[in-house]
């Protein structure tokens, strides 16, 4: 979802680079935090339901590589986005970094979990991951409504731009 956001800001940029852009980035950052919102329902319902049912992860030798591959690949992901951002100035773009750092931190979660059910068994360690991925969306899409409602306020005033 915060991907959509900010592919359409970055189009609406480059087709009208002397407009300004902070009712747009506005929308974009409202994105972004609805993407966090939903994901740490998605989470907070998966880790009760595997909770509930029992639910042990499968680990394999696949599910590793994936994992170590997909944190190698989205860090360099992260990096250009950062790089862009400054590029552009722009804060939906900062969030949308961070998104995919939850992506991350999912990743790294995926493959320490995976490490402790083989080592130990323990069948109840992707649940107890989830909480901290709950936390951390849930305070990534607090900070991405927050810049919105800072940019809307900055927006009443005449020079707009200047302060974003």
Not at 68 to 86: F, H, N, P, T, Y
Not at 102 to 128: D, P
């Amino acid at each position: 979802m915060s991907g959509i956001g900010i592919l359409a800001m970055v189009i609406r940029i480059r087709q009208n680079p002397d407009t300004s852009r902070t009712q747009f980035e506005i929308t974009a950052l409202r994105i972004t935090g609805t993407a966090f919102y939903l994901l740490v329902v998605g989470l907070a319902v998966t880790a009760l339901y595997n909770i509930v049912v029992g639910h042990k992860p499968e680990t394999t030798l696949p599910g590793l590589i994936i994992s170590v591959v997909s944190i190698a690949i989205m860090w360099a992901l992260v990096a250009g986005k950062r790089k862009v951002r400054r590029e552009l100035n722009s804060q939906p773009i900062l969030s949308d970094a961070n998104c995919t750092m939850v992506c991350i931190y999912m990743s790294v979660v995926l493959l320490a979990s995976s490490l402790i059910y083989e080592l130990t068994g323990f069948g109840f360690v992707n649940s107890i991951g989830a909480l901290g991925l709950i936390w951390f969306s849930y305070s990534e899409g607090k900070e991405a409504f927050e810049k919105a409602a800072g940019m809307e306020d900055c927006c009443d005033d005449e020079d707009c731009e200047d302060k974003t």
